[in-house]
Each structure stands twice: as structure tokens, then as C-alpha cells.
């Protein structure tokens, strides 16, 4: 079920950019910021990534620096 969401203390300057990009894609104010929200929500926010990758990294090994370097002056030789 579709639901209302009023915004409100949006300033003018912030409207006016949103209509004018509603109009040139020919879509109302409305269908537009709709569009954009459904966007906005079906990728992951930042924090949300970064918890991801987060959790991959807890799956490999702890890594010395020292080791890390090792390997690459290996790789040099």
C-alpha cells in the first residue's frame, strides 16, 4: 500500500532545482521524487556497505605489516 510522506522547511532554492529536473525528465514533481526515493533505497546506504565489508573482513586472517611487506619485496625479485 502506497503511502504519503510530506517534507516540510524544504527551502525554495532546493524545490525549484527538484521541479526543474522533474520537468526535463517530463515526469510531475511527485512522480519524480518518488523515482529518485525507490532509487535511493534499493542501494545501500554507506554505513550499510561499509558493515558488509566490515563483516568480509572478520572472515580472513589477521595481517602483519611486516608480512605485507615481505610479500611485495618478494613479488620484486
Given at each position: 500500500m502506497a503511502i504519503s510522506i510530506t517534507i516540510r522547511d524544504l527551502p525554495n532554492e532546493t524545490r525549484d532545482v527538484l521541479a526543474a529536473r522533474a520537468a526535463r525528465s517530463g515526469r510531475s514533481l511527485q512522480e519524480y521524487l518518488s523515482r529518485e526515493l525507490i532509487l535511493l533505497a534499493s542501494r545501500p546506504s554507506?554505513?550499510?556497505?561499509?558493515?558488509?565489508?566490515?563483516?568480509?573482513?572478520r572472515a580472513f586472517p589477521p595481517l602483519d605489516g611486516g608480512d605485507v611487506l615481505d610479500a611485495l619485496d618478494a613479488d620484486r625479485r
Open positions: 554507506v554505513d550499510e556497505a561499509l558493515d558488509v565489508v566490515r563483516a568480509r573482513a
